[in-house]
Nanobody, 128 residues
Framework: QVQLVASGGGLVQTGGSLRLSCAAS????????MGWFRQAPGKERGFVAA????????FYAEPVKGRFTISRDNAKNTVYLQMNTLKPEDTAVYYC?????????????????????WGQGTQVTVSS
């Protein structure tokens, strides 16, 4: 069983920055790919970014390319999402998720239902 705890959300003005963290426990973190997703009110949960188990590969949704950076520290069992130049449309609950099947898949998934474990979510609000 893998537990994920996301933190770092908050209220920020347009153009500001936030850094989200997701701490994992209960599994072998260095074997999982990790992803960040977000869900705004009335919308489906959507892909934001993913990172391979080693951290050597990353993939981003188009709306966040060049503004967000996903990274991980396997020694600390933690994945991060650095969010810069935030916009009001980035307002959402952000979730981290673990893809345990990455080791056999070897590509980064963008579909939420392919992820096995989820954190509780952290609210990000960007004011205009």
């Amino acid at each position: 069983q893998v537990q994920l705890v996301a933190s770092g959300g908050g209220l920020v003005q347009t153009g500001g920055s936030l850094r989200l963290s997701c701490a994992a426990s209960g599994g072998t973190f260095s074997r999982y790919a990790m992803g960040w997703f977000r869900q705004a009110p009335g919308k489906e949960r959507g892909f934001v970014a993913a990172i391979s188990s080693s951290g050597g590969r990353t993939f981003y949704a188009e709306p966040v390319k060049g503004r967000f950076t996903i990274s991980r520290d396997n020694a600390k069992n933690t994945v991060y999402l650095q969010m810069n130049t935030l916009k009001p449309e980035d307002t959402a609950v952000y979730y981290c998720a673990a893809d345990l099947r990455y080791v056999s898949r070897s590509y980064l998934e963008t579909r939420p239902y392919e992820y096995d474990y989820w954190g509780q979510g952290t609210q990000v609000t960007v004011s205009s």
